[in-house]
Every structure is written in structure tokens, then in C-alpha cells.
């Protein structure tokens, strides 16, 4: 580390208040025009006696100075943390313990120093670009303090946020092969990012049967995400229960040959996470409804019955309906399906939301964030996740009037005990002031990039450090890719520029769309009716030859395994095989 002789220096500390210094630059510095460029944003080195103070210049002005002052302007600089450790073996620690006093010598900070600060600890850091001030150092994350802290990616539309997760998780996947990830992808842009390290599911190949949605979710989806009817729900929360009971019943009687008992007595509660039939909850439904003599009560339970048969037969719904008469205890098949257990080489899950039912989504995403949380509370964190939740204001807003309570609650749960499970999280969002603050709060590395909005900039103030507070002036004017990176997993609040993403591993969104439109597409009335035959087949049972799952991005057939992967609900080993054959029909 050179000493403060090598360096002329160009200013002077003229006062210390905590965290800040201001520094007087010098009239009579030796250095050049272009080298003594003191402009926000800059590092400099202060020479104590016995650290280097590293700071960062965040105010320069020369406003009030007299006229026979030596210095030309004055600079406040935040204090960040200190080189110690003497020429031979610098070592660099945030945080300051010996304070500058009035008069010691400012420097630019040299190359080297850099190097010292942005030195890799150990081989857990990823590569994720170069620092604004020199190209020439490279801006290393610390993997374990980003994941075990949760991160976070914050920034408007079109600043590369997309491209960043991308390049993110790449780099994670390549430092941590064995770590599995589940990104929540709301656009279906990621598909392609991954390669064959990724399988990505959406509602054609997706198997998750509706006896995993606890009861607020199944809720949801039968009425179509408005509040549900309080004399409907008394009924449902009575039978479902009672609907597992006989389940089970029929499973032990059938294989063990035991007496058939109570369904009551089992004691299932109506979210325990265990198989029942939709026949089997209709016919207690209609069978209490028989039992009524006045025909206004009656109504409610013919309302019910036709509002599950509703939602079992919209196609749309063939992801959680699919068999639904048939049962099947399936929950480990499609756990180990969706959260890669065993990897088999594919550690990543791409969960596409853009094709589900809109009334749906929110559902789906509550039950697989608890399913990933409770997988790791049950399993004791042994086999860690990262859960990666793009657009993370829709699903946990901070009005709490929007959205779905339970997804909300479920990424939570994971923001405030994840880490204990080996349940990690990652939120992008272009609105961090819509996101539930105590979520974001639990997200200890924060990557900001460009943020137009004023109420975006109050919650990130209040999100980060004092000392690193002065430095948010920057992000309404970052260029793309640029990013401010502050927390656990950087040595120091950075200005850095992400790397470029290779374009194979582009998001689709900046990758390929572009707003001319292609000449050669020829749109005549041929081209209207081919999407319209996709538009339909999205809610009707025919499978279309031209629909979007097969055919949205080059590479196409690689697709094709991945929709024969998905688990099937098989009958469970009791039932006659020509009942089952029966119960696939759907219920009319």
C-alpha cells in the first residue's frame, strides 16, 4: 500500500462530525487537472496515523469560501472503513475506529488500495462486474452473507434488472452447483437463461393436485379470488376434513383389511396437507343437503356443489383438477418435482405464472412459497433453497388491503425465518415502497439500480445504513446496468456496473421483442386466426398445435421431455383399477 509520500495529496480534513469528514481541496495541488478530478461519487484515502480512512465524496462545493482561502472547493465525504495492517500486508475492515483529526492529508485512492478493499475473503464471491470508479477492479460478492441474509434487486423498467437476476443466479449457480433455486418468473422471461440447468414448468406440464391448497387457498380458487360466502365456507371447512377421513379410511381398509372407522376420528384438520377426492366432498355435501326440508338452505348447498364442479371442469384448471377423483397420495412426487429432489443435473425450477388464470395466480404462489418453507422447517434446512420471487410487490404488498393475505404471510414467514430453515430469499421489484416494508427489511443485501420514484428513494434511506444513506442521491440518475450495492454481501457501499449477460442468457423481454414490428410475419387474417386458435385453446380442453408453451422460443423440442416429466396422480394401491377408469371422467 503506498505511503502518503508516493501521493500528492490534494486537499486536507478540515472537520470530523461522526460518519462525515469535509475535506478542503487544495489550490496549490501538484497533481493534474485530469487526476484531481474530486467529483461525487469518488473514493478517496485518508492518511491517519495509523489506517487509511476510505471515503467516499458525496457533496463538493465552493460556495462560501473566502476569497484568500487556500482551498478552491470543499468536499463532504462519507466515512466507510479503514486499511490496516501497514504497506506489507494491508487488510480492510468496514467501519472506522481511528477518526481522522483536522489536517490530515486526502488523497484519490490508488488502484491498489482498491484491490484491497474489493479483495476476494475466500473462494465463496462471485464476479459480478467492475467498480464505476476503475474498470480495472473487479466487484466481488461474498455468496454466503447475500444468500443466508436474503438479497434484494430493486429498480425501474428498463434500467436491466432482469438481466441482472439473470447474470445473479448464474453466477450463484455456478459457485453453488448443489444449491436449488425457484424463481417465480411473472413474465415468462427467464425461460431460456438457464439452459438445460433449469426445468421450466408452467400450467401445461404442471402437476400440483388441489388437496395440497390449504383452506384459505382452496377458498380462493373457488371463488375466484372475491371474499367467499361465510355460510358456504362453514360447510366446507365441516366436510373436507371429513372428506380425508374417508380417504385414509378407504386406503388402510383396503390394503390392511381393518375395520372401517369414523372418518371424524382421524382427526385431520382442514389444512392438513393429505389426499381426498372431489367425489367424496361432493357426495357429503349433497348428502347433508338431503337432509334439509327448507329449500332456502338447500340453495346454498347447490350453490357449492356447482361452484366446485365450476372450477374442476375449467380446463384452465387442469393443473390441480387433473384425476381429481381418483387420488393418490402424490405429495412426495410432485415436492421432489418442484423443488428438485433429486436435482438429476436440473438444480433450478422456472415457475412460468403468465399462462395460470389470473384469479388463480396468487394461490398457486402462496402454496408453493409454504410448501417451500414447511419442506425446509420439517427437514431441518438440510437440503437449502432459494426461493426468488420476481414482482414481489404483487404478492406482498405493503397495503395490506391488496393482494392475498396467506402469500403475503408465506413470503414472511420466509423473509423473517427462512434462513434458520436453509429456505432463502430473493425479491426483484420495480416498486420497493409497495412491497411489505418488513419484508424488505429482512433482505440484508440490497442491489439498487435507477429509481425514478420519490416514496422508492424514502424506503431505501430507511432500508440502509447512515453511512451509506448520503450515496442513495445517486439513484435517480444510474445508467443501466449500473447499481448501487450496499449490505452483508459487499466489502463496501459500491457504485459497480454489472458485467454483460451473454445473450443466450438474455431474459426473452430484452433479448428478442422489439417495438418494430417484423416484416416478414405477414399479418393478414391468417396470423389472426393462428393466435386466436392459441387464445382459445388456453381455456378449452383440445391440445392446439400452435400453443405457446411449445412454441415460444427457439429450441423448442427441448421442451417436449420436460412436459412427460411431470408427475402423474396415480390411483392409490386399494382402489380397482376399473373404478379408476370410471372416476377419470369428469364429473358432469
Known amino acids: 500500500m503506498p505511503g502518503p509520500t508516493t501521493v500528492t495529496s490534494f486537499g486536507r480534513v478540515i472537520s470530523v462530525r461522526?460518519?462525515?469528514?469535509?475535506?478542503?481541496?487544495?489550490?496549490?495541488?501538484?497533481?493534474?487537472?485530469?487526476?484531481?478530478?474530486?467529483?461525487?461519487?469518488?473514493?478517496?484515502?485518508?492518511?491517519?496515523?495509523?489506517?487509511?480512512?476510505?471515503?467516499?465524496?458525496?457533496?463538493?462545493?465552493?460556495?462560501?469560501?473566502?476569497?484568500?482561502d487556500k482551498f478552491i472547493a470543499i468536499a463532504g465525504v462519507d466515512l466507510l472503513g479503514e486499511i490496516l495492517g501497514g504497506p506489507e500486508r494491508p487488510k480492510f475492515q468496514r467501519g472506522v475506529t481511528n477518526y481522522p483529526t483536522?489536517?490530515?492529508?486526502?488523497?484519490?485512492?490508488?488502484?491498489?488500495?482498491?484491490?484491497?478493499?474489493?479483495a476476494p475473503t475466500g473462494s465463496d464471491q462471485i464476479n459480478i462486474g467492475t467498480l464505476q470508479q476503475d474498470r480495472s477492479v473487479i466487484a466481488y460478492v461474498d455468496v454466503e452473507e447475500m444468500l443466508s441474509k436474503h438479497f434484494a434487486v430493486l429498480g425501474?423498467?428498463?434500467?436491466?434488472?432482469?438481466?441482472?437476476?439473470?447474470?445473479?443466479?448464474?453466477?450463484?449457480?455456478?459457485?453453488?452447483?448443489?444449491?436449488?433455486?425457484?424463481?417465480?418468473?411473472?413474465?415468462?422471461?427467464?425461460?431460456?437463461?438457464?439452459?438445460?440447468?433449469?426445468?421450466?414448468?408452467?400450467?401445461?406440464?404442471?402437476?400440483?393436485?388441489?388437496?395440497?391448497?390449504?383452506?384459505?387457498?382452496?377458498?380462493?380458487?373457488?371463488?375466484?379470488?372475491?371474499?367467499?360466502?361465510?355460510e358456504e365456507l362453514?360447510?366446507?371447512?365441516?366436510?373436507?376434513?371429513?372428506?380425508?377421513?374417508?380417504?385414509?379410511?378407504?386406503?388402510?381398509?383396503?390394503?390392511?383389511?381393518?375395520?372401517?372407522?369414523?372418518?371424524?376420528?382421524?382427526?385431520?384438520?382442514?389444512?392438513?396437507?393429505?389426499?381426498?377426492?372431489l367425489v367424496d366432498l361432493i357426495s357429503l355435501i349433497d348428502e347433508r343437503?338431503?337432509?334439509?326440508?327448507?329449500?332456502?338452505?338447500?340453495?346454498?348447498y347447490h350453490k357449492l356443489i356447482s361452484r366446485i364442479e365450476t372450477v374442476r371442469n375449467d380446463p384452465r384448471y387442469t393443473f390441480m383438477f387433473d384425476n381429481a377423483n381418483v387420488g393418490g397420495d402424490t405429495m412426495a412426487e410432485v415436492i421432489s418435482h418442484l423443488f428438485r429432489l433429486p436435482a438429476?443435473?436440473?438444480?433450478?425450477?422456472?415457475?412460468?405464472?403468465?399462462?395460470?388464470?389470473?384469479?388463480?395466480?396468487?394461490?398457486?404462489?402462496?402454496v408453493l412459497c409454504r410448501m417451500a418453507f414447511d419442506f425446509g422447517l420439517w427437514s431441518d434446512g438440510v437440503s437449502p433453497l432459494l426461493f426468488v420471487c420476481e414482482e414481489a410487490h404483487r404478492y406482498a404488498s405493503a397495503d395490506r388491503n391488496i393482494g392475498f393475505g396467506p402469500t403475503r404471510k408465506a413470503v414472511s414467514r420466509i423473509a423473517k425465518e427462512g434462513r434458520k430453515y436453509g429456505v432463502y430469499l430473493g425479491l426483484v421489484t420495480q416498486r420497493p415502497a409497495e412491497l411489505?416494508?418488513?419484508?424488505?427489511?429482512?433482505?440484508?443485501?440490497?442491489?439498487?439500480?435507477?429509481?425514478?420514484?420519490?416514496?422508492?428513494?424514502?424506503?431505501?434511506?430507511?432500508?440502509?445504513?447512515?453511512?451509506?444513506?448520503?450515496?442513495l442521491s445517486f439513484v435517480p440518475s444510474l445508467g443501466t446496468r449500473e447499481v448501487l450495492a450496499f449490505g452483508e454481501g459487499v466489502a463496501l457501499p459500491t457504485r459497480?456496473?454489472?458485467?454483460?449477460?451473454?445473450?443466450?442468457?438474455?431474459?426473452?423481454?430484452?433479448?428478442?421483442?422489439?417495438?418494430?414490428?417484423?416484416?416478414?410475419?405477414?399479418?393478414?387474417?391468417?396470423?389472426?386466426?393462428?393466435?386466436?386458435?392459441?387464445?382459445?385453446?388456453?381455456?378449452?380442453?383440445?391440445?392446439?398445435?400452435?400453443?405457446?408453451?411449445?412454441?415460444?422460443?427457439?429450441?423448442?423440442?427441448?421442451?417436449?421431455?420436460?412436459?412427460?416429466?411431470a408427475p402423474m396422480l396415480q390411483p392409490s394401491m386399494g382402489l380397482d383399477p376399473d373404478r379408476f377408469s370410471l372416476l377419470k371422467k369428469p364429473l358432469r
Not at 478517496?44 to 476569497?67: D, F
Not at 489536517?103 to 484491490?115: A, F, H, K, S
Open 436 to 471: 411489505d416494508a418488513t419484508i424488505i427489511s429482512q433482505c440484508n443485501t440490497l442491489f439498487t439500480m435507477r429509481l425514478a420514484n420519490d416514496r422508492d428513494q424514502a424506503l431505501l434511506r430507511s432500508a440502509v445504513s447512515d453511512a451509506a444513506a448520503n450515496l
Open 18 to 68: 461522526g460518519s462525515l469528514a469535509r475535506v478542503g481541496l487544495l489550490a496549490t495541488s501538484q497533481m493534474a487537472v485530469s487526476e484531481a478530478r474530486a467529483t461525487v461519487g469518488k473514493f478517496v484515502s485518508i492518511r491517519c496515523a495509523n489506517s487509511t480512512i476510505v471515503a467516499m465524496i458525496t457533496e463538493v462545493t465552493c460556495e462560501g469560501l473566502p476569497a484568500s
Open 289 to 300: 343437503m338431503g337432509k334439509l326440508e327448507n329449500r332456502s338452505s338447500r340453495i346454498i
Open 102 to 118: 483536522i489536517g490530515d492529508p486526502v488523497e484519490l485512492i490508488t488502484n491498489q488500495e482498491l484491490r484491497t478493499v474489493y
Open 156 to 230: 425501474s423498467t428498463g434500467v436491466g434488472k432482469s438481466s441482472g437476476v439473470s447474470l445473479l443466479l448464474n453466477e450463484i449457480l455456478k459457485s453453488r452447483p448443489n444449491l436449488r433455486i425457484f424463481l417465480l418468473d411473472v413474465h415468462n422471461e427467464y425461460g431460456r437463461c438457464f439452459g438445460d440447468r433449469a426445468l421450466v414448468l408452467n400450467p401445461r406440464n404442471l402437476k400440483l393436485p388441489f388437496w395440497l391448497f390449504n383452506f384459505e387457498e382452496i377458498v380462493d380458487v373457488l371463488f375466484a379470488g372475491r371474499p367467499g360466502v361465510p
Open 344 to 366: 438429476n443435473g436440473r438444480p433450478m425450477t422456472i415457475m412460468q405464472l403468465a399462462g395460470f388464470p389470473a384469479e388463480v395466480v396468487d394461490s398457486v404462489v402462496s
Open 496 to 565: 459497480l456496473r454489472f458485467k454483460e449477460v451473454p445473450m443466450h442468457q438474455l431474459p426473452r423481454s430484452e433479448a428478442t421483442i422489439s417495438t418494430v414490428p417484423s416484416v416478414a410475419a405477414g399479418h393478414d387474417m391468417h396470423f389472426v386466426g393462428a393466435v386466436l386458435e392459441r387464445w382459445r385453446g388456453a381455456t378449452s380442453h383440445r391440445d392446439v398445435p400452435n400453443d405457446p408453451a411449445i412454441t415460444e422460443r427457439p429450441g423448442a423440442r427441448s421442451m417436449e421431455p420436460r412436459m412427460v416429466e
Open 234 to 277: 362453514d360447510i366446507l371447512a365441516e366436510v373436507i376434513p371429513m372428506a380425508k377421513g374417508i380417504y385414509t379410511q378407504y386406503q388402510n381398509a383396503d390394503r390392511l383389511g381393518l375395520k372401517r372407522a369414523d372418518p371424524k376420528a382421524i382427526g385431520y384438520t382442514v389444512d392438513t396437507p393429505v389426499p381426498y377426492r
